[in-house]
């Protein structure tokens, strides 16, 4: 008697097998002309409004799309969106690798489309520095919310962006948004890199940690620290279950030792078993009070503001180095550059002067 496998992202569905006719070579030459084939600003923006999964997914495609090519679409599905965005609560995510970060979204998201909401997780994955690929396993590691029909999963590459956050998440915010979503999850690489970018673009940031990693007290110098509204102690279960209640107790004492926010909030440290699905309601609840009393003193739509304010200026940044680079003088002129550096014939300074004086 065959054994009935548990359903799972790790298996292969029934009926599926490697001889489909999905294999042959006319269907997948179907499949990578429908890719390939523009889709209608309109009909796509449509899609979008209407909650189509599959739209949706086309339209951040787009929007992180390196071609030149794509940005004037890009930037009119953007454009026709935004009436539609701006209705969401948007929660940033970090913590170092190991700490649960996708077994915690996966049970707050649980917990979130249980209550009815509609729940988007833009997941950034590390890319690497030398074959700049990255791994996308965010909907393997998710394998229950990824079946919800009220939740959305995006695994992005997080490039060379600061922080590790996607060059192009603050667009993909928006055409979540539109798409109906009322929450939006962006979970960050959390390597020790700097978590200002996804700060920049949310309402609410938490900080998972551990307890017995040695770093409650290390944690108290870092910059982060100040700028989570919210601190979860995660695996707070069995045997580890003292160390996080004692962690807890270090962590409001560290919390003490800061100015007070300009939200005027004081950041509180709660425990959780994402694992367990333990604690994820008291969360939710606590992040409730702190829109609750944003909202009240004004502060929420303040910081939404300097929030734009802050990615114009990115934006123009980002937009000045990619024209920078993809003239076809600096490109050779660069690469004449390396070379004399490689030779010991110039310095990085005296050719980056030489190369921004031929940006013109």
């Known amino acids: 008697m065959s054994k009935k496998l548990k359903s799972s992202a790790l298996h292969e569905t029934d009926g599926v097998s490697s001889q489909s006719d999905i294999t ?17 600003t309109n009909i796509l923006v449509t899609g979008i409004l209407n909650g189509n999964i599959t739209a949706l997914s086309r339209a951040i495609t787009l929007v992180e799309s390196s071609n030149p090519k794509h940005l004037q679409q890009a930037n009119a599905v953007i454009k026709l969106c935004l009436p539609k965005a701006n209705k969401s609560v948007r929660i940033g995510i970090t913590g170092v690798p190991g700490v ?21 997780v833009l997941a950034v994955d590390p890319s690497s520095s030398l074959s700049k690929g990255s791994i996308l396993g965010d909907k393997t590691r998710m394998e229950d919310l990824v079946k919800d029909d009220n939740a959305f999963i995006r695994p992005s590459a997080s490039g060379m962006s ?87 107790v270090e962590f409001n004492r560290a919390l003490h030792l800061y100015p007070q926010k300009e939200s005027e909030w004081s950041p509180k440290v709660s425990l959780c078993s994402a694992l367990h699905r333990e604690g994820i309601d008291e969360l939710w609840v606590l992040i409730l009070e702190y829109l609750e009393h944003t909202k009240a003193n004004n502060y929420f739509e303040t910081h939404r503001t300097e929030q734009n304010k802050f990615w114009l200026l990115q934006t123009i940044e980002d937009r000045l180095k990619s ?22 014939e110039t310095t990085p300074f005296v050719a980056a002067e030489y190369l921004l004086r031929l940006k013109n």
């Open 100 to 120: 649960g970060k996708s077994t915690f979204i996966e049970a707050f998201g649980l917990h979130l489309t249980s209550l009815g909401k509609k729940v988007a």
């Open 323 to 344: 024209d920078f680079f993809n003239q076809a003088k600096i490109k050779e002129a660069l690469r004449t550059q390396l070379q004399l550096i490689e030779h010991g």
């Open 24 to 40: 042959s070579a006319s269907s997948i030459k179907r499949i990578q002309e429908k890719r390939k084939a523009k889709l209608d």
């Open 162 to 248: 600061l922080g590790g956050v996607a060059r192009k998440t603050r667009e993909s915010i928006i055409l979540c948004e539109a798409a109906g979503f009322d929450t939006i999850v962006i979970e960050t690489v959390g390597v020790g890199q700097s978590e200002t970018a996804v700060h920049s673009m949310v309402d609410f940031f938490l900080l998972l940690k551990i307890a017995g990693a040695g770093d409650e007290l290390q944690g108290i110098k870092r910059g982060i620290i100040e700028m989570a509204d919210a601190i979860a102690i995660n695996k707070a279960d069995g045997e580890n279950l003292k160390a996080a209640q004692l962690a807890k």
